[in-house]
């Protein structure tokens, strides 16, 4: 069964899962990845390159435009408001797309994001008509403050980007899940295996986005594979509500017609 | 300075020097670089140069161009 569709910023789409494009062996084996993920929405990236070296990028180009996936832009490695606005331009005029991934980090260490940059870009950004997908911290106020600005899409990271430490504040992403009903959210970063975004999908998270987690398996499609059932199989659980926790063992098996003295044992 | 260098201003591109033609246009710097690719952006001093007018806008001594092109990301 799969899990419902879903709407980003008006776009419909059936895979929950939005992956990246980075760090894989080979071309080969990330257009393998990419289709066993199904995913329908890729993320890329833009840097300045010589003429000579361009060739490259062509090459990478044409596999990406081959998909035909929905592109997401990122402005990783920017780390002021400044310097993410002007990539987001470029990316822009560049993928031909108003989705931006914003990035805009404030630790080189732990890769995390500055939320004050974060806030000050993304007001520039919408006010420009960027729809904008902020990658954030998992603090409550970060993201009411991102949603008032105009966000319809939030991506709380779940742990520092390439670590696969999982969800590692599940109470802060919960938190996010019932503050916020009406926003879209994915976990970005951190995940590392696909119980980790089962746990995330069973939350009631919209969608998730990774990379390295399946760049960086022995088997890269096979694991992509794995993110796909796992992420619908989340989703389908969250869909269908996941019972109650309690704290007293309660039977299964039906204690009709059961002697008197095995019913209340 | 020589008279045939008064025709060529330095300008920066992708972050090294480079002497060009005065005047020389976006469109003109593209065809002398041989850039080939299909996909690329080309932006002066932080700015995107829209492709409508790679014919007519003219670089500047000691402007800053750059071509960014896809690169994965995640």
Known sequence: ????????????LDSRLFIGTALYPSPRV???AIHASKSEVITVSLRRQTPSKSVSGDKFWKLIESLGCHLLPNTAGCYSAPEAIKTARMARELFDTDWIKLEVLGDSYNLQPDPFA???????????????????????????????LGCEVLMPWGAP??????????????TLRKRLPDLTLLVDAGIG???????????????ILLNTAVAEALEPAKMADAFAQAINAGRLAYEAGVMPKRDNAKSSTPTLEQPIWQQYV | M????????????????????????????????????????????????????YMTTQLALGDHCDIMSPISGG
């Open chain 1, 118 to 148: 974060l806030v000050e870009a993304t007001k520039i950004l919408i006010n420009e008509g960027f729809k904008v997908f902020p990658y954030c911290t998992d603090d409550l106020v970060l993201c009411q403050k991102l949603a008032d």
């Open chain 1, 30 to 32: 990330m257009m393998e």
């Open chain 1, 193 to 207: 295996k696909p119980s980790d975004a089962v746990q995330a999908m069973e939350l009631g998270f919209d969608g």
């Open chain 2, 2 to 53: 020589s008279e045939m260098n008064k025709q060529q201003i330095d300008i920066v591109f992708n972050g090294e020097g480079l002497v060009v033609e005065k005047g020389i246009t976006v469109m003109d710097l593209l065809h002398l670089l041989e850039v080939v690719t299909r996909r690329f952006v080309v932006v002066i001093n932080d700015q995107v140069v829209p492709k409508s007018a």
């Open chain 1, 161 to 174: 980007i390439g670590t696969g430490q999982g969800l590692i504040n599940p109470y802060a992403l919960e």
């Open chain 1, 1 to 12: 069964m799969q899990a419902s569709s879903w709407k980003v910023y008006g776009t419909e």
